[in-house]
């Protein structure tokens, strides 16, 4: 299905580009990205604005052709002397927030999609299938977010692993625990998976899945701890992008190996 960039990401991208670009990388970047036609007419942001309607108008596309737009834009905010970019963060942070109020998210590699990911297939069915690059694509948009709404990506984080043990759980058939949150079916998972490092004889592999079990503790905790206030008198946690992206990249690391470790199971009990 053929779908328009959105009226405010639109704006957006044109205010953004006309700004950062000469009139000659402005033509070089378009048509780079593959937007229709001869550059139009007019000062920076008309030229930008006018040929982002006509990617609207005659683009195949124009989603892929605004992520090859933005692509620079979202993944390189340093400026030449590696000092962070201020000015160039928050524009790209504000074309975030835009594309996720229109239920699109960018994707690294200059790529504008839906939100909800693929709409014929669901997480659980990623999941299922041993999908990887799917559920390496759901954690990207979760790592997408954080610089937007560092909460939100947590949560997200959490729903994928527990999404991850739920999955297994039913396909197992083992009992659903009672209380569905993250730490619950986890310790079902664990102890299906005999994901114990007392049984691991290697010490330096026993304190990496040490590790990667508090991740569990951890994420589970931070999305609950990061919304309260603590009680009164003590200072609310500020839960920022950098604290996101940790939690989101131990729990992508987590959730590739409990997969791995089902596959293996899986293999051995046919094998058996």
């Not at 699109?104 to 299938?129: D, N």
Request: glycine share 6%; hydrophobic share 40%.
């Amino acid at each position: 299905m053929r779908q328009l960039i959105p009226a405010a990401v639109l704006a957006l991208t044109a205010e953004l580009s006309a700004h950062w670009e000469t009139h000659a990388t402005l033509d070089s970047l378009f048509t780079y990205a593959g937007a229709p036609g001869t550059p139009p007419d007019g000062s920076k942001p008309a030229k930008a604005m006018a040929w982002l309607r006509r990617v609207n108008n005659e683009a195949s596309s124009p989603l892929q052709v605004l992520g090859q737009i933005i692509e620079r834009y979202m993944e390189e905010a340093l400026d030449p002397t590696d000092r962070w970019d201020k000015d160039k963060i928050a524009e790209r942070d504000k074309l975030l927030a835009a594309l996720a109020a229109s239920n699109l998210q960018y994707l690294k590699g200059g790529r504008v999609v839906g939100a909800m990911g693929t709409p014929t297939r669901t997480l659980s069915e990623f999941i299922q299938e041993g999908d990887v690059q799917s559920i390496d694509q759901e954690f990207e948009r979760a790592i997408q977010n954080a610089s937007v709404s560092p909460r939100e990506a947590v949560s997200a984080a959490s729903n994928i692993l527990e999404s991850v043990c739920k999955v297994i759980i039913a396909e197992e058939g083992l009992p659903m625990p009672n209380k569905q949150d993250l730490q619950s079916v986890w310790g079902v998972v664990r102890k299906e998976l005999r994901i114990d490092p007392s049984k691991v004889e290697d010490q330096d592999l026993q304190t990496i899945l040490s590790g990667l079990i508090a991740v569990v503790h951890g994420i589970g905790s931070l999305r609950t701890h990061a919304s309260s206030a603590h009680g009164a008198g003590k200072t609310p946690y500020r839960l920022e992008p950098r604290h996101a992206r940790l939690a989101i990249h131990a729990g992508h690391t987590l959730a590739l190996y409990i997969l791995e470790s089902w596959k293996k199971r899986q293999a051995e009990t046919l094998a058996s």
